[in-house]
């Protein structure tokens, strides 16, 4: 059974006009976290008023996310070249329409159905759980929700997907994207092939060294895979790249950013297009044990996986929501990507948010084994998340990741991402602090199988 | 609060071109990156791009991530990135150099720097120093509230830019807020010499002047003395030129070499507005 008849997974990303029934109770939860439909009035934020007026606001606009100027808090917003800014704002009405746009949505949900695979199953990791039982036989239920298990091997499709029609709607037929690890850039370069889009994606010369089954699989699929070389030819670069291009070619190219971060309205659509994890998991969880998930497990490099799976919960206050972000080489060794734990507010890549950043405020290059965790920024809705208390984020080092590689292929026989290792390894920490049968929703964000020329560079088996 | 040595005796940015307009000529607009190939280069071509006849100049400060640039101003930032070339170094360079020029300093910096150091005190030091202006390419009207507000109790001018893809309505905000001018960016796309300047450059002057008597000045992508009468033709208050610069400072095989190309480089940019 692939999707139930109410086509619950999509209307995450409905405004509230949508009264179709839905199998979750989400309409209460819609309106607090959907956008206003008029369109942004220029002149409210230019007179004296908004300042005196905004006290009062706060309270309101807090509850959005994100409001109308693409805030979450004061983390997200527009902070892109003037070029870019017309687009955006093409982009999120254009987004905003597919809210009553029910061929969209039935054409969407017949390609994740029967492309991408969906609806991913709810797999409960019997000797994982096993494994942390405590000695009086206590401890919690871990269960994984099989992200691995979409076509191309991670959640990043459910997004490309998504924006590539989407993309077609706007009648653009070039496709330019940012990859780091190069799962985004398959997932792009996929979806382009799929749809008959021209495909360019910018990849960190570093990057495309490390990644080299990757960049095969791109050009494969037919896109152009451009080095690049600028600052320290990793996903930050890229991603700067990435931007520049859509600058100069705004009126004929779409750009797929990949993950929750960028300008708004980017971390609110890809949020949205990943949200069906959320929606899934609260189905089979009522499905599976008659309750919601305790906590939620996510790594989070931009965070748009971690978003999937937490969005769905935010307003159930009794789930827990824990982000794991990469400690490379350990938090005081200067080389990790723990943005979160680490990092201090500033702009990157059009959103205000945390990052890590020298004491002038430049960015610093960031380390991770992960590529797709080695990103010095963070999604603007995590920073948000994190500063009202609502989710928590810890990091894990390298070494923490490749033992929870290790030990998911042995317990399971699943061998997951590097980048899911660190939510899989911060089990460790976790489960020992649980109560007897706490239900433990792990995202299994994707599968390893494009990391083992790392993992034979570092694992013993 | 009062800031002290306030060391510029020059003109302001709105000043300058109010000058310029009484005489009925077009300001002259050069654009450097500080650093590149070293501060003390800057120094330099600052003096020279003064004497030869530069209205106003813009300074770029170097940034890891420069979004609205290209390949030349990218190479530029990097080469003074890796120089250890940062805000402070910049300042005290210019604490020097300012008393020494008769033409005013619009720094042009991305926001993120201005925010580590804090939106208020990056305007009292640059303030200290006697910088006149700032241009920050990367923040939106709808961000520059705390922008606009800390550079004008400080009297700096806060420029704003404007784009082709701008629509009319946005573009009137745009210009009724900007101060000193208006940055018009002359082509979609990011910084970088063109073969030619696009003739929507001249309607958009048309539109602008329509809604608002605020001086424009052009830029990106200007590189020639052509491109440069072409744009004070079209009705340009002013006309900035910044890769064609920096790429003649990037490229020479030494300081001195590149301090004497600029110098002639700059003469016949200038001679164009002649």
Known sequence: MAFSSSSSNLTAYTATAITKPSSSPVIRFNKASTFRPKPISISCVMTQQSTNSSAAAVEDTAALRPDPLGRFGKFGGKYVPETLMYALSELETAFRALATDYEFQKKLDGILRDYVGRESPLYFAERLTEHYKRPNGEGPEIYLKREDLNHTGAHKINNAVAQALLAKKLGKERIIAETGAGQHGVATATVCARFGLKCIIYMGAQDMERQALNVFRMRLLGAEVRAVHSGTATLKDATSEAIRDWVTNVETTHYILGSVAGPHPYPMMVREFHAVIGKETRKQALEKWGGKPDVLVACVGGGSNAMGLFHEFVEDKEVRMIGVEAAGFGLDSGKHAATLTKGEVGVLHGAMSYLLQDDDGQIIEPHSISAGLDYPGVGPEHSFLKDIGRAEYHSITDEEALEAFKRLSRLEGIIPALETSHALAYLEKLCPTLPNGAKVVLNCSGRGDKDVHTAIKHLQV | ?274
């Open chain 2, 1 to 274: 609060m009062a800031t002290l040595a306030v060391v510029s005796s020059t003109l302001g940015l709105s000043d300058t071109f109010s000058k310029l307009k009484h005489d009925g000529k077009v300001a002259f607009i050069p654009y450097i990156t500080a650093g590149d190939p070293d501060l003390s280069t800057t120094a330099e071509a600052l003096k020279i791009l003064d004497t030869c006849g530069s209205d106003i100049i813009e300074l770029g400060v170097p940034y890891s991530d420069p979004l609205a640039d290209g390949p030349v101003i990218q190479a530029a930032a990097t080469r003074a990135l890796a120089r250890g070339t940062n805000l402070d170094s910049i300042l005290d360079m210019l604490k020097q150099v300012i008393p020494q020029l008769s033409c005013p300093i619009a720094l042009f910096t991305y926001y993120n720097p201005i925010l580590k150091r804090g939106v208020e005190k990056f305007m009292i030091t640059v303030k200290e120093v006697g910088v006149h202006g700032l241009v920050v390419p990367d923040v939106p009207l709808e961000e520059t509230e705390l922008l606009r507000q800390e550079a004008s109790k400080h009297n700096i001018e806060l420029v704003l830019l404007t784009t082709p893809t701008t629509p009319r309505e946005r573009m009137k905000a745009i210009v009724e807020a900007t101060e000193g001018y208006l940055y018009l960016v002359s082509s979609i796309g990011v910084t970088g010499a063109r073969a030619s300047i696009s003739g929507k450059v001249q309607s958009l002057l048309q539109e602008i002047k329509a809604e608002s008597s605020k001086p424009v000045a052009v830029g990106f992508g200007i590189s020639t003395p052509e491109h440069v009468k072409q744009m004070a033709e079209w009705g340009a208050d002013g006309v900035i030129v910044g890769s064609a610069v920096v790429k003649i400072l990037g490229d020479a095989m030494s300081p001195e070499e590149g301090l004497k190309k600029l110098e002639e480089f700059t003469k016949s940019l200038k001679s164009a507005l002649i």
